[in-house]
């Protein structure tokens, strides 16, 4: 609220009436936002101020308009308003907060509280505190319970609370820190941040320390706490990933196996299911179990096809490792700078600045892995529900789609371009990638089928990635992965 001095020298106002932080400060200068910006009581524009009155024992003040109306601040923390009244005794006609019904009740006498403060009423209310002086805050009731307030007799407790009453009464405003919330006071304070005398000084300082500073570290904090989360995540997948690769290496290579079959092939009886062969590798005898209805040279190729996969699964598992560490490097140098940040100005660079690897302002991440086929996109689902997303959001009618058929698998989708015929070894290329990505994975040869997606719809009730097809055509592939692209 912005009024002026009768030298013309601006004055404010400002109300906050946040449950977070009820205050009031009177900044030397005032820019009204450009948005969700509205005059509240127009019926006060360029009225003169007679007079500002206190009202005893209570939380709560109003500003007497010389036409008559009057302007009430009711700070009674979580339910502070402020309340327009056209006389004294009547009710309001206007709040500011509107939520607040049983404020639509309240007249200024009714808050009013001319209480005695003397020996004959605190006996009257048995030294009750509460009763006694009703808008003791929790500061001073922490005072007098950290005196004894509790255990002493009638005549003590007065003297302790004559004692907070003068402490009270003295004009020196503290603010202090405490379990991570700014607190103002009367009382003597060893841990002051800030001290003055001023009222208004102190109030201002309070609205610096308990709401703009409060907000900057709780931002802080929130950031802060993302990036500790995520750096904890980082270094558990590196420590999970290197036990993997370690486990990896340590196992014989399938075609070893192979190797051995193949060089003892003239050893192997017809139909046997277990032979002990020489292993050249490790200069012993070990025993190989064999498939039954499979040749042994058959089953040597599945094994070279299996150490094929094994090491693009390898070169994967490094690959992501290798981006996993700079991520954490990534990490900890943001954790880092962030902790440096002292200042809102300084924290809202830091936001902008850069490609944050903070979750909470890293992109979404896209339900597919994106791949390219002779300058087509490929994009392949990367769980059940993932591909319901894919088809949802991402695919248009004219895409390719692609699954292996008669097995669980990712939904694979050939990006349609206009004019542009879509290659033969592009579809291939996708089809392989789609028995990659099933349960055809192992197979020798897989049968893929594809459609254009207007002619793939989801059914209401089915599970996650099931849909009906419909005109759909079956290509017989490879299985391959992305390194046999």
Known sequence: ??????????????????????????????????????????DLVHQKVRQVCLLDYERAFYLEFESGPLLLFKMHGSRSNILLFHS??????????????????????????????NWERFVAVEGNASQFLPTLGKLPRAWLKDHGY?????????????QVID?????LFSIFQEQDQYRLTLLPCEQALETST???????????????????????????????????KTENYLQKTREKLAA??????????ADIIMANLHQIPPGAEKVNLYDFYADKTIEINLKRGQSPQKQAENLYRKNKNKKIEFEQVRQNLLGKERLLKAVESEKAELESVQDFRSLKKFMKTGNRTSETTKPESLPFKKFEL?????????????NDELLRRYAWKEDLWLHAKDVSGSHVIIKNQSGKTLPGPVLEKAASLAAYYSKSKNS????????????????????????AVDREKVLMVRPEGPGDL
């Open 88 to 117: 004294k005794e009547g009710n309001p006609e206007k709040l500011f907060r509107k939520d607040l019904r049983e404020d639509q009740n309240i007249t200024i006498p009714e808050l009013e509280k001319p209480l005695l403060l």
């Open 444 to 467: 020798s040869l897989a049968a893929v089928m594809y459609t254009p997606c207007k002619y793939v719809r989801k059914v209401k009730g089915s599970p996650p990635g099931a849909v």
């Open 167 to 171: 402490l009270l009464d003295s004009p």
């Open 1 to 42: 609220m912005e009024f002026h001095l009768p030298d013309r020298t601006p004055f404010f106002i400002r109300a906050l009436l946040l449950p977070s932080a009820t205050c009031l400060s009177f900044p030397e200068d005032f820019r009204r936002s450009k948005k969700n910006n509205v005059d509240l009581f127009p």
């Open 198 to 232: 001023d009222p208004i000084i102190a109030a201002n300082l309070y609205y610096q320390k308990a709401v703009v500073r409060q907000a900057f570290e709780l931002q802080k904090s929130r950031l802060l706490r993302s990036l500790a989360d995520q750096q904890r």
């Open 248 to 257: 990896m290496e340590a196992e014989p290579a399938p075609s070893q196996i």
């Open 150 to 162: 509790l255990e002493a007799d009638l005549e003590s407790r007065f003297q302790l609370m004559l």
């Open 374 to 386: 002779l300058g087509f996109e490929v994009w392949v689902g990367k769980s059940a529900r993932s």
